[in-house]
């Protein structure tokens, strides 16, 4: 069993930026999700083993998915915050194969996720 931790969240203005990361490499998907209040739990960004990536399109040209096996690392850098993108942020991993950030449900370990809160 891995257990995963997020770290990077916080409270920002509209506009700011911030980094989430998550110490964990080596799976063959490794995503971000998110959940804000009253709506269910959605993909942002996916990366699987052959870099490949896949973007939420409210997230498309302002967050960046990226994975450094040397320091064990998955992270999340988001720009250009909305407050349209206060959530629970997770991370998580699978040795399955995802075509979808809709492949929620192949997901096997996930972390407890980590606050995101942005003011306008």
């Known amino acids: 069993q891995v257990d995963l931790v997020e770290s990077g969240g916080g409270a920002v203005q509209a506009g700011g930026s911030l980094r989430l990361s998550c110490a964990v490499s080596?799976?063959?998907?490794m995503g971000w999700f998110r959940q804000a209040p009253g709506k269910g739990r959605e993909g942002v960004a996916i990366?699987?083993?052959?870099?490949?990536?896949m973007y939420a399109e409210s997230v498309k040209g302002r967050f960046t998915i990226s994975s450094d096996s040397a320091k064990n690392a998955l992270s999340l850098q988001m720009n250009s915050l909305k407050p349209e993108d206060t959530a629970v942020y997770y991370c998580?991993?699978?040795?399955?194969?995802?075509?979808?950030?809709?492949?929620?449900?192949?997901?096997?370990?996930w972390g407890r996720g980590t606050q995101v809160t942005v003011s306008s």
């Open positions: 990366i699987r083993d052959d870099g490949t990536t």
């Open positions: 998580a991993v699978t040795m399955f194969p995802t075509r979808s950030l809709r492949d929620l449900g192949l997901f096997t370990n």
């Open positions: 080596g799976y063959r998907s």
